[in-house]
Structures are given as structure tokens and as C-alpha cells.
């Protein structure tokens, strides 16, 4: 199984911070990760898929990067609503497995 | 608009079985596959498998492959996911989502399932 490893496990920023997050998988997965937000008690949400491509109807402030094991996930400036936890997930084979998450809290 | 609803939450006892709903409504069902993706309580996403609705086909991942089921039922848009031989620690919410690929584009509202005696 391919694993994924994410980073930080949690991290504090203000609104209108520069937020990164990092993603490495333990095998070459190419372009195959995506990006999901997840706010407590809600389902995840797809934001970057390919990842770099923005799921239709995501604010452009999200991106993504990476190719091969390294995979950088960006909010450029952090809005209220960007407060929540965020997964990467290898789309590369099966079985699909997510990094451990980010919690994005409020300094 | 794209929509997964799930049926409710449930409580079971250790050793007995589950069976969650999944209604799609919005697009082609036979055109996507459906996943579920489970979630214990304060932990992160594990993938458990997938199931083909034009085929039937399913794939699991190997934690799960002894004791999951993967169904559905065409004519009225629904999947399910059955798991047998509960123990505590599959007390979790339970969610699918549709794949775009291997991606999961659409997700359904998440169904808890408690496992107590």
C-alpha cells in the first residue's frame, strides 16, 4: 500500500495568512493526489484533483502542486471559512489512502 | 445537482451486521462508480472499497475484504455497503462518495453507526 505522509498535523494562522501544507507519498504517484477540506461534522469536499487542477466551484486562492512524491497544498490568504482539516489522498492505485490530516485553527 | 443521501444512523451489537443506504440522484447511477470512506470518531479517512453500478463489480481494500459487502440496486439509484461481524471499533461514520475516476467528487452526508452492547 502506498502511504502518505502529511505535514503538519496541525498548524495556527490568521485570516489572511499564507497556509502550506505538504504531502509525500512513499512510492512515485505522478500527478494522482487530490485535496479535500473537511469542517466537523460534515463530509469532505474535493478542492484539488490532478494535483493541481481546482474542482469546479473552489476559490481560486486554493492550489496545489507536486508531481511524483512531493505535493504542496497552498491557501494564499486564509478566509474564516478555510478553518478545517485537510486530507491528501493518492488516486494513484487501490487500495486509496489519505494522509493523516491537517487541522487549520485560528491564531 | 449531484446528491448522495444516506440512510440514518444506526446502533448495533458487537457481532451483528449494518447495511447503509446510498441514494444518488442528479446524474447517470450506472456512469460513476460509488465509494465508501469510513471515519471513526476523531480519526482520519480509510478508504474500504468500491462498487461498479453498471457491472456490479467490486474491489475492496484488503482490511475489509472478508467482512464488507458492496451492492445495488439500478432501478431506484442506490448503493450499499453491508459490514458483518461488528466490533467496537468499527463504531465510525460511514460515507460514499462518487468516484470521478479513483477521486471522490461527490460525497453523501455520512452515516453513524455505533457499535455497543
Known amino acids: 500500500d502506498i502511504q502518505m505522509t502529511q505535514s503538519p498535523s496541525s498548524l495556527s494562522a490568521s485570516v489572511g495568512d499564507r497556509v502550506t501544507i505538504t504531502c509525500r507519498a512513499s512510492?512515485?504517484?505522478?500527478?494522482?493526489l487530490s485535496w479535500y477540506q473537511q469542517k466537523p461534522g460534515k463530509a469532505p469536499d474535493l478542492l484539488i484533483y490532478a494535483a493541481s487542477s481546482l474542482q469546479s466551484g473552489v476559490p481560486s486562492r486554493f492550489s496545489g502542486s507536486g508531481s511524483g512524491t512531493d505535493f504542496i497544498f497552498t491557501v494564499s490568504s486564509l478566509q474564516p471559512e478555510d478553518f478545517a482539516t485537510y486530507y491528501c489522498?493518492?488516486?494513484?492505485?487501490?487500495?486509496?489512502?489519505f494522509g493523516g490530516g491537517t487541522k487549520v485553527e485560528i491564531k | 445537482q449531484v446528491q448522495l443521501v444516506q440512510s440514518g444512523a444506526e446502533v448495533r451489537e458487537p457481532g451483528a451486521s449494518v447495511k447503509v443506504s446510498c441514494q444518488a440522484s442528479g446524474y447517470t447511477f450506472t456512469d460513476y462508480y460509488i465509494h465508501w470512506v469510513r471515519q471513526a470518531p476523531g480519526q482520519g479517512l480509510e478508504w474500504m472499497g468500491w462498487i461498479n453500478p453498471n457491472s456490479g463489480g467490486t474491489n475492496f481494500a484488503q482490511n475489509f475484504q472478508d467482512w464488507v459487502t458492496m451492492t445495488r440496486d439500478t432501478s431506484i439509484s442506490t448503493a450499499y455497503m453491508e459490514l458483518r461481524r461488528l466490533k467496537s471499533d468499527d463504531t465510525a461514520v460511514y460515507y460514499c462518495a462518487r468516484g470521478l475516476g479513483l477521486v471522490h467528487d461527490y460525497w453523501g452526508q455520512g452515516t453513524l453507526v455505533t457499535v455497543s452492547s
Open positions: 489522498q493518492q488516486n494513484y492505485n487501490t487500495p486509496l489512502t
Open positions: 512510492q512515485n504517484i505522478g500527478s494522482y
